[in-house]
């Protein structure tokens, strides 16, 4: 075992630099703290980051982010840590087009409610009395508790009362699934999966079985409180490296490419953390405080051999239900897509009626993508050109995809070896065909430059989430309300990101961030 470089002593220690990490450890700095952050891969991000291929820069998993300009929601979050002025932001005026070749339609749907409402009517006119009555119910709530962030202690007693109103209806939701709460206003099948489309689609998590509520709050985040969608301009992965090299200005220490192995505990306290590696450098330090923002199961598990954590909540931790994980397809084309009249950022389209929702979690399942009805295909260089050489396309098509046959294909010691290639093979034009398909581009592979795949191993291996889940836990009725508290059982370590409170979602982590920074200030104030 090779000895270990101590690195002293600091206020408070970040392990992961995930959107919620990045956002604790900025917070920390910015109070004056002393902060380590470490970070196992080579870049910050997490899930917020980007790749590169020759030419093209791919997004790996962001692709829209709310409320990013002066009042909403990302905007007011990034005010907390001094960082609102060192982003930039893109727009988005819609969704993307909606093309379904079995009813005839071809639409784009806009994240402004009253024209995404106007549209909706339109394609749907004998269920505009319902869609009306639908939004008109639920856009107030919505408002209501995302304009409460960080707000209540100021807010008066017209706002609170509104407040109150708004967590009632929210907690009359809980229990209920989406699309129970839809037909309640709206009949056409098609249009319920339409309007379930992005909540479910963002949350990895069947239409069928979605909470209500967070379908209505994931659709209208985007919509209202000064929503709207945006993109990073640079990608995610500039995000992410924006916030990481503001923590090391403000005096923050950054180590990248060094995963915690064990956080040290002693007389019931976290002491701080060690990183042992079978080949480069090995390292512990010592801390008041920790934050760990990743993966609450390998928390449970694995981080903390010495402290004894209770038996319920290790248990209660190991019965939750991960979300679905992907498969993500990237392609650098030779093709200007906007000169050929693609301008729009995101193609839905359907080809055959679609059914059971259900029937995507279950081809899921089975793995043969041939049988989807319906592929999405995302055109990032619709969005920011500067991802790809002028005169070419950076294309995603994502589908939900379960972890077993990927994990079965692997080698010892998870080793991606001649099996797990044979798999990625068979699975890759199935995917190419259906973005082809989406695009309406025939002949698709005689353009593609570059090819990527990625499975839910591969998001593992980035992200540390558990059989590459990509949203944290199943939002379904029985345990999306029932988050993991971000104070651990052991006093002075802190969570946060996706697996904890508030939830999934880039604002949901950034918002566990600070108000993982908050736990950690309180409890260093009681030190002092």
């Given at each position: 075992?090779?000895?270990?470089?101590?690195?002293?002593?600091?206020?408070?220690?970040?392990?992961?630099?995930?959107?919620?990490?990045?956002?604790?450890?900025?917070?920390?700095?910015?109070?004056?703290?002393?902060?380590?952050m470490?970070?196992?891969?080579?870049?910050p991000?997490?899930?917020?980051?980007?790749?590169?291929?020759?030419?093209?820069?791919?997004?790996?998993?962001?692709?829209?982010?709310?409320?990013?300009?002066?009042?909403?929601?990302?905007?007011?979050?990034?005010?907390?840590?001094?960082?609102?002025?060192?982003?930039?932001?893109?727009?988005?005026e819609?969704?993307?087009?909606?093309?379904?070749?079995?009813?005839?339609s071809?639409?784009?749907?806009?994240?402004?409610?009253?024209?995404?409402?106007?549209?909706?009517?339109?394609?749907?006119?004998?269920?505009?009395e319902?869609?009306?009555?639908?939004?008109?119910?639920?856009?107030?709530?919505?408002?209501?508790?995302?304009?409460?962030?960080?707000v209540?202690?100021?807010?008066?007693?017209?706002?609170?009362?509104?407040?109150?109103?708004?967590?009632?209806?929210?907690?009359?939701?809980?229990?209920?699934?989406?699309?129970?709460?839809?037909?309640?206003?709206?009949?056409?099948?098609?249009?319920i999966?339409?309007?379930?489309?992005?909540?479910?689609?963002?949350?990895?998590?069947?239409?069928?079985?979605?909470?209500?509520?967070?379908?209505i709050?994931?659709?209208?985040?985007?919509?209202?409180?000064g929503?709207?969608?945006?993109?990073?301009?640079?990608?995610?992965?500039?995000?992410?490296?924006?916030?990481?090299?503001?923590?090391?200005?403000?005096?923050?220490?950054?180590?990248?490419?060094?995963?915690?192995?064990?956080?040290?505990v002693?007389?019931?306290?976290?002491?701080?953390?060690?990183?042992?590696?079978?080949?480069?450098?090995?390292?512990?330090?010592q801390?008041?405080?920790?934050?760990?923002?990743?993966?609450?199961?390998?928390?449970?598990?694995?981080?903390?051999?010495?402290?004894?954590?209770?038996?319920?909540?290790?248990?209660?931790?190991?019965?939750?239900?991960?979300?679905?994980?992907?498969?993500?397809?990237?392609?650098?084309?030779d093709?200007?897509?906007?000169?050929?009249?693609?301008?729009?950022?995101?193609?839905?389209?359907?080809?055959?009626?679609?059914?059971?929702?259900?029937?995507?979690?279950?081809?899921?399942?089975?793995?043969?993508?041939?049988?989807?009805?319906?592929?999405?295909?995302?055109?990032?260089?619709?969005?920011?050109?500067?991802?790809?050489?002028?005169?070419?396309?950076?294309?995603?098509?994502?589908?939900?995809?379960?972890?077993?046959?990927?994990?079965?294909?692997?080698?010892?010691?998870?080793h991606?070896?001649?099996?797990?290639?044979?798999?990625?093979?068979e699975?890759?034009?199935?995917?190419l065909?259906?973005?082809?398909?989406?695009?309406?581009?025939?002949n698709l592979?005689?353009?593609?430059?570059v090819?990527?795949?990625?499975?839910?191993?591969?998001?593992?291996?980035?992200t540390?989430?558990?059989?590459?889940?990509?949203?944290?836990?199943?939002?379904?009725?029985?345990?999306?309300?029932?988050?993991?508290?971000?104070?651990?059982?052991?006093?002075?370590?802190?969570?946060?990101?996706?697996?904890?409170?508030?939830?999934?979602?880039?604002?949901?982590?950034?918002?566990?961030?600070?108000?993982?920074?908050?736990?950690?200030?309180?409890?260093?104030?009681t030190?002092?």
């Open positions: 075992m090779s000895e270990l470089e101590d690195l002293g002593e600091f206020d408070a220690i970040v392990i992961g630099t995930g959107m919620a990490g990045l956002m604790a450890g900025n917070a920390l700095v910015c109070d004056g703290q002393r902060v380590l470490l970070e196992k891969h080579a870049n991000g997490g899930c917020t980051m980007n790749f590169e291929r020759g030419d093209y820069r791919f997004e790996a998993s962001n692709h829209v982010i709310n409320g990013c300009t002066a009042g909403g929601m990302t905007y007011r979050l990034l005010e907390q840590i001094g960082a609102q002025d060192r982003l930039e932001f893109i727009h988005l819609s969704f993307g087009r909606t093309v379904d070749e079995v009813r005839g071809d639409f784009s749907l806009p994240w402004a409610l009253d024209q995404h409402i106007d549209v909706l009517v339109r394609n749907f006119p004998n269920q505009a319902g869609i009306r009555a639908y939004y008109a119910k639920y856009a107030a709530m919505a408002e209501t508790l995302l304009a409460s962030h960080g209540e202690e100021s807010a008066d007693a017209e706002q609170l009362q509104r407040l109150g109103e708004a967590a009632q209806a929210y907690a009359a939701l809980a229990g209920r699934k989406a699309p129970e709460v839809l037909r309640e206003h709206v009949s056409d099948p098609a249009l999966e339409l309007m379930l489309a992005i909540p479910s689609g963002f949350m990895g998590t069947s239409s069928r079985i979605l909470d209500a509520g967070t379908a709050m994931c659709d209208l985040v985007f919509r209202v409180d929503g709207q969608a945006y993109y990073p301009k640079g990608g995610s992965g500039h995000m992410s490296r924006v916030l990481a090299d503001l923590f090391e200005e403000r005096g923050g220490r950054l180590l990248l490419a060094q995963g915690v192995t064990e956080i040290t002693g007389d019931g306290r976290a002491t701080g953390i060690v990183s042992r590696r079978r080949s480069g450098r090995s390292v512990s330090a801390a008041h405080c920790i934050i760990y923002a990743g993966d609450v199961t390998a928390f449970a598990n694995q981080l903390c051999p010495d402290a004894k954590l209770p038996d319920e909540y290790v248990k209660s931790i190991n019965e939750r239900k991960p979300s679905i994980s992907a498969l993500i397809l990237f392609a650098g084309l093709l200007d897509l906007r000169a050929m009249g693609i301008t729009e950022c995101e193609i839905t389209r359907t080809w055959a009626a679609e059914g059971d929702p259900q029937s995507f979690t279950e081809i899921a399942v089975d793995g043969d993508y041939r049988k989807l009805p319906s592929a999405m295909a995302t055109i990032y260089s619709n969005i920011d050109p500067t991802c790809c050489p002028e005169g070419k396309s950076v294309v995603a098509t994502m589908v939900l995809a379960t972890p077993e046959r990927f994990e079965a294909a692997l080698g010892r010691g998870r991606r070896g001649r099996s797990y290639k044979a798999l990625k093979d699975v890759t034009p199935q995917l065909e259906k973005m082809e398909r989406a695009l309406g581009v025939e592979e005689r353009h593609v430059e090819l990527e795949l990625a499975t839910p191993v591969t998001i593992e291996r980035f540390e989430n558990r059989g590459g889940a990509y949203v944290g836990w199943r939002y379904s009725t029985d345990q999306a309300r029932d988050h993991i508290p971000q104070q651990s059982p052991i006093p002075n370590v802190f969570l946060c990101g996706h697996w904890v409170a508030p939830g999934g979602g880039v604002s949901n982590v950034m918002t566990g961030g600070l108000n993982a920074a908050d736990l950690a200030k309180q409890y260093l104030e030190r002092a």
